[in-house]
């Protein structure tokens, strides 16, 4: 797209709606399609969050969505903003004394009973139908249980049930028959009350038929259809509603996690406040066993951090002065003192909740074909239970065969499962991976998945730890190997560089250091100072000859062989005479090597990507098990998407994880784009997925836990469309009883959340 198109392009705008009154996927595409006729407008939405993302372009108000929505027969607000942690209660509370009940909005034209609504609120519906439908059936079926009049106390007993019990379906489809629109809710309705008034009508123009027990006239009324089928359907979304509200567990807990206080330093004393009022800047107390309030960085103290319940690691992460922390992690050790950096929506965890939600809210390529059939299938079963009366009337002249077939159609037809495959799979998969710190940006990630073929790992802080560390140090004069390393490290502690803290982290834990005076440095060249009368000069060839040291070929030799080996080699000299080298390494992480073997298991091509040298690229990739064909050394910021592109011309489809600025254009470049948590927000933006985590293998659970994901979506949509193709000829032919055709259908929606619950058990 050239500069002058994207400057004419609209300003566009993404706002969330909550939707009430959805009730399968004929209500999904009836909004998406309403909503997709106003100019420039796309809306995804989505059936058991029952919620709508709309991209929203300039001049076209909030209020317009809403209108839209409403028009179309359903009851749509603007989500509000996430409330602070503890708060919910206090929304719960206002709605309560608002008036806006289970039942009833303040307008009274919308009840809460969005496809279904909550288990809570169906489960007085069920009981009763429960209770009226045992003796209604047992007096229908069985002659035993007959008496004088039967038919009279049948059909009273079932009028609560196909009423009140019932009418939840009743309700929705006559919204929806207002705006001549149909849903599953329509097919039930009708067969239920047909069922009803059929037997009525029989028993009032021939009350005689149960005038005595044992008589035939069970034959021809079907009161215990209306009723049972009512009931199995009922107790159908009831176990389908307490099992979503499970599969949207893991958001709900993710959400809850943060601290609900935090005792915070100001003006000198340590006071008490709830974590959602501190402020950037505020420095913080947190004790053993207590939760980080917020984001921020520790200015005094040592611990170690449990960040399981952010990361999915296990081991928790030692931290110091100056490292970062993450709200809602969890100090496990000793007293410190954070100054908080990020707060409110700007959090980790904020940031986390809101990359899930998005992704539940959205909609993956594989559920628009399932919204396409939906739209067309409930007309369509309509007219197939019309055919199958009157075929079974002109060509068996049995009216009850006909009446029976043609309901039994109309029960085994609900679409229910059908709009559940795919949203639910998504909510418990996204929300599975948010608990083992994995956050899928999106639907379109889990087709992206199944079809990389390489995977691109940026080496440092990726493979590596991305942290140099003393791999050796060798004596070249009369000191040995450990007096050097003393010497050494005595004199670099007194540095801030990189190079200097690896160094003096190594000698104090073992040989130890020494008081160092007369300390001097230069930028990007060493460090000299006296350690116990001895002059100590520590850095670049450069700095050893400008402080007068010589160098021998001999010595030159040493050091190129080190350098040939991936090492970063620092001359150490003690009285103006060159005492050793020290060579340091950036270590690999633990578990690289194994997240290499579950690439290649996946059916991944690991390739190695840095801008390191050969030498360095090629000793990494051995020790984790990278081909040496398969190494991509002195890669510029920019050559690293030249490499991505190189790739995907050769038709590769391309996976690329990394974690820093320099990685975010490759990243974006990927068909599949990887960030590691540790690393920035730029290159977390940019990637489709996130991992919390540092360690490479997560990587690999990421893209297992996203395929798994998909297939669980696919195995759903196969059952939902071979349940419809298979039930509804069976149904027609006059093989399904109505009563086993509505328990059925019941089940196949309860099947496709179970199946779909499956996933909460993934990495465990």
């Known amino acids: 797209m050239s500069t002058e198109e994207l400057l004419h392009q609209p300003l566009t705008r993404v706002i969330e709606l909550d939707i009430e009154g959805m009730t399968c996927a004929s209500c999904v595409g009836r909004v998406e399609r309403k909503l997709g006729k106003l100019e420039g407008v796309q809306a995804a939405v989505n059936l058991p969050l029952e919620s709508a993302q709309v991209t929203v372009p300039e001049g076209i108000s909030d209020q317009q969505i809403v209108d839209t929505v409403n028009a179309t027969g359903y009851k749509a607000r603007l989500k509000t903003a996430p409330l602070p942690h503890g708060h919910e209660a206090d929304r719960i509370s206002d709605s309560e004394e608002h008036g806006h009940d289970a039942a009833t909005t303040a307008d009274g034209r919308h009840d809460h009973m969005s496809h279904g609504g909550t288990a809570a609120q169906l489960r007085p519906r069920l009981i009763l139908a429960a209770i009226f439908s045992i003796p209604i059936f047992l007096i229908s079926m069985f002659p035993m249980f007959q008496f004088p009049q039967w038919g009279w106390v049948v059909g009273t007993l079932a009028l609560p049930v196909v009423t009140w019990s019932?009418?939840?379906?009743?309700?929705?489809?006559?919204?929806?028959a207002r705006h001549f629109a149909s849903t599953m809710d329509t097919l039930v309705s009708i067969g239920v009350i047909a069922a009803y008034l059929f037997s009525a009508v029989m028993l009032a123009t021939d009350p005689s038929m149960t005038a005595h027990p044992g008589m035939g006239g069970h034959a021809e009324l079907y009161f215990e259809v209306a009723a049972v089928v009512t009931t199995f359907l009922l107790?159908?979304?009831?176990?389908?509603?307490?099992?979503?509200?499970?599969?949207?567990?893991?958001?709900?807990?993710?959400?809850?996690?943060?601290a609900k206080d935090a005792a915070v330093i100001r003006n000198g004393a340590e006071i008490k406040i709830p974590a959602d009022q501190l402020v950037a800047g505020d420095?913080?107390?947190?004790?053993?066993?207590?939760?980080?309030?917020?984001?921020?960085?520790?200015?005094?103290?040592?611990?170690?951090?449990?960040?399981?319940?952010?990361?999915?690691?296990?081991?928790?992460?030692?931290?110091?002065?100056?490292?970062?922390?993450?709200?809602?992690?969890?100090?496990?050790?000793?007293?410190?003192?954070?100054?908080?950096?990020?707060?409110?929506?700007d959090t980790t965890l904020a940031q986390m909740g809101r990359l899930v939600s998005q992704a539940q809210s959205g909609k993956a390529p594989i559920a628009r074909l399932a919204?396409?059939?939906?739209?067309?299938?409930?007309?369509?079963?309509?007219?197939?239970?019309?055919?199958?009366?009157?075929?079974?009337?002109?060509?068996?002249?049995?009216?009850?065969?006909?009446?029976?077939?043609?309901?039994?159609?109309?029960?085994?037809?609900?679409?229910?499962?059908?709009?559940?495959?795919?949203?639910?799979?998504?909510?418990?998969?996204?929300?599975?991976?948010?608990?083992?710190?994995?956050?899928?940006?999106?639907?379109?990630?889990?087709?992206?998945?199944?079809?990389?073929?390489?995977?691109?790992?940026?080496?440092?802080?990726?493979?590596?730890?991305?942290?140099?560390?003393?791999?050796?140090?060798?004596?070249?004069?009369?000191?040995?190997?450990?007096?050097?390393?003393?010497?050494?490290?005595s004199v670099e502690a007194a540095s801030e560089h990189p190079i200097a803290h690896a160094i003096a982290a190594a000698a104090t834990a073992g040989p130890g250091i020494d008081a160092?005076?007369?300390?001097?440095?230069?930028?990007?060249?060493?460090?000299?100072?006296?350690?116990?009368?001895?002059?100590?000069?520590?850095?670049?060839?450069?700095?050893?000859?400008?402080?007068?040291?010589?160098?021998?070929d001999a010595h030159q030799e040493v050091l190129r062989r080190e350098q040939e080996s991936g090492a970063t080699a620092i001359?150490?000299?003690?009285?103006?005479?060159?005492?050793?080298?020290?060579?340091?390494?950036?270590?690999?992480?633990?578990?690289?090597?194994?997240?290499?073997?579950?690439?290649?298991?996946?059916?991944?091509?690991?390739?190695?990507?840095?801008?390191d040298n050969a030498a360095v690229a090629s000793q990494v990739a051995a020790a984790v098990g990278i081909a040496p064909e398969d190494v991509f050394a002195d890669v510029l910021p920019q050559g690293k998407v030249e490499a991505v592109k190189r790739l995907q011309a050769a038709g590769a489809t391309v996976a690329m994880a990394g974690d820093g600025v320099n990685d975010a254009a490759a990243l974006a470049q990927a068909d599949l784009g990887v960030a590691m948590g540790s690393g920035t927000d730029v290159a977390i933006e940019a990637a489709d997925l996130t991992v919390m985590g540092n360690d490479l293998g997560q990587v690999a659970t990421a893209i297992e836990l996203s395929r798994k994901t998909l297939a669980t979506i696919k195995t759903n949509l196969f059952w939902a469309f071979f349940y419809n193709a298979i039930g509804i000829p069976i149904a027609a032919l006059g093989l399904l009883n109505p009563m086993i055709a509505g328990a059925a259908m019941a089940a196949s929606s309860v099947l496709v959340v179970a199946n779909s619950l499956r996933l909460r058990r993934f990495g465990r």
């Open 235 to 258: 107790l159908g979304r009831y176990l389908e509603a307490n099992a979503k509200a499970k599969a949207g567990d893991a958001l709900k807990a993710l959400l809850s996690l943060g």
């Open 371 to 489: 919204d396409r059939i939906s739209a067309v299938f409930v007309p369509i079963v309509l007219g197939l239970a019309v055919v199958t009366f009157v075929l079974w009337l002109l060509l068996a002249g049995d009216v009850q065969g006909a009446f029976t077939a043609a309901v039994a159609v109309l029960v085994i037809a609900c679409p229910c499962a059908l709009g559940l495959a795919t949203p639910v799979g998504l909510l418990t998969g996204t929300g599975r991976g948010a608990q083992l710190g994995i956050l899928i940006k999106g639907p379109q990630v889990l087709e992206d998945t199944r079809t990389v073929d390489t995977i691109l790992l940026d080496k440092t802080g990726t493979v590596t730890n991305g942290k140099l560390a003393v791999a050796r140090t060798l004596a070249l004069g009369a000191l040995n190997d450990t007096e050097v390393l003393r010497l050494a490290g």
């Open 283 to 345: 420095v913080f107390v947190v004790r053993p066993g207590e939760k980080v309030a917020t984001d921020g960085y520790v200015v005094e103290g040592r611990s170690a951090i449990d960040a399981s319940l952010i990361t999915g690691e296990s081991l928790p992460v030692d931290v110091d002065v100056d490292d970062t922390v993450t709200g809602a992690t969890i100090n496990t050790s000793g007293r410190l003192l954070v100054k908080a950096t990020r707060v409110g929506s």
């Open 516 to 552: 160092v005076t007369g300390f001097d440095s230069a930028p990007g060249g060493g460090v000299r100072g006296i350690v116990k009368g001895h002059m100590v000069v520590a850095g670049r060839a450069g700095w050893l000859e400008e402080n007068g040291i010589d160098i021998t």
């Open 166 to 176: 019932a009418w939840p379906f009743h309700r929705a489809a006559a919204i929806n």
């Open 571 to 611: 001359w150490v000299a003690v009285d103006r005479t060159v005492a050793g080298i020290i060579s340091l390494e950036d270590t690999i992480k633990d578990g690289s090597a194994e997240a290499i073997t579950r690439f290649k298991s996946l059916g991944l091509r690991p390739i190695l990507l840095t801008g």
